[in-house]
């Protein structure tokens, strides 16, 4: 992946250190492989940002961050790709992954509407959570693993593509 491309969407270290909601970090964010742009660290980020995505759990970017603190890979990137889980998306990504979780364990699945209100969430919520969570935690592993490897092959890619570039530029010189 070009570097120049990532760089221009991800703040820079020191905007993320100046963060006065990451203070309670304290140092952690002194360590420098959490803004390396380098096929590994991008690689993982790209897991973390989209398994999170995938949890229907509030709080997501927070997840996404200490999953990057812990993993030691891009914080900016993983913490910006929870984002595939936005309010467009996110009804269709859960219910999904609602249905994915009914027909792997083997219940029905339920006819429901959302409603946003407490009385929805104390009665409805009880009755598909475990289906929701399940095939959440599938797609999330199966999606995550899913761009893990896309991101390495589109680095290697990359790479392979500007070294023959370089390669072929090289003898061109070489050959006048």
Same mark, same amino acid.
């Given at each position: 992946? &070009?570097? *120049?491309? $990532?760089?221009? #969407?991800?703040?820079? /270290?020191?905007?993320?250190? +100046?963060?006065?909601?990451?203070?309670?970090?304290?140092?952690?964010?002194?360590?420098?492989?959490?803004?390396?742009?380098?096929?590994?660290?991008?690689?993982?980020?790209?897991?973390?940002?989209?398994?999170?995505?995938?949890?229907?759990?509030?709080?997501?970017?927070?997840?996404?961050?200490?999953?990057?603190?812990?993993?030691?890979?891009?914080? &900016?990137? *993983?913490? $910006?790709?929870? #984002?595939?889980?936005? /309010?467009?998306?996110?009804? +269709?990504?859960?219910?999904?992954?609602?249905?994915?979780?009914?027909?792997?364990?083997?219940?029905?699945?339920?006819?429901?509407?959302?409603?946003?209100?407490?009385?929805?969430?104390?009665?409805?919520?009880?009755?598909?959570?475990?289906?929701?969570?399940?095939?959440?935690?599938?797609?999330?592993?199966?999606?995550a693993t899913l761009s893990y490897f896309t991101m390495q092959a589109?680095?290697? #890619?990359?790479?392979?593509?500007?070294?023959?570039?370089?390669?072929?530029?090289?003898?061109?010189?070489?050959?006048?």
């Amino acid at each position: 992946m &070009p570097k *120049s491309i $990532i760089r221009r #969407w991800l703040p820079t /270290p020191e905007q993320v250190r +100046a963060n006065s909601g990451l203070k309670f970090l304290g140092t952690l964010l002194h360590d420098p492989n959490l803004f390396h742009l380098n096929r590994h660290s991008v690689s993982v980020a790209f897991a973390v940002g989209i398994f999170t995505s995938f949890l229907p759990l509030p709080g997501q970017m927070i997840i996404a961050a200490l999953l990057a603190l812990w993993f030691r890979c891009n914080l &900016p990137l *993983s913490m $910006i790709l929870v #984002w595939i889980s936005n /309010p467009v998306t996110m009804p +269709a990504i859960f219910y999904s992954t609602y249905k994915l979780g009914a027909w792997i364990l083997g219940t029905p699945p339920l006819d429901f509407r959302i409603e946003l209100s407490w009385e929805w969430l104390t009665e409805e919520v009880g009755k598909i959570w475990l289906p929701l969570f399940f095939g959440s935690l599938l797609a999330g592993i199966f999606f995550a693993t899913l761009s893990y490897f896309t991101m390495q092959a589109l680095w290697r #890619w990359h790479v392979l593509k500007r070294w023959k570039l370089r390669l072929a530029k090289r003898s061109m010189v070489n050959f006048q």
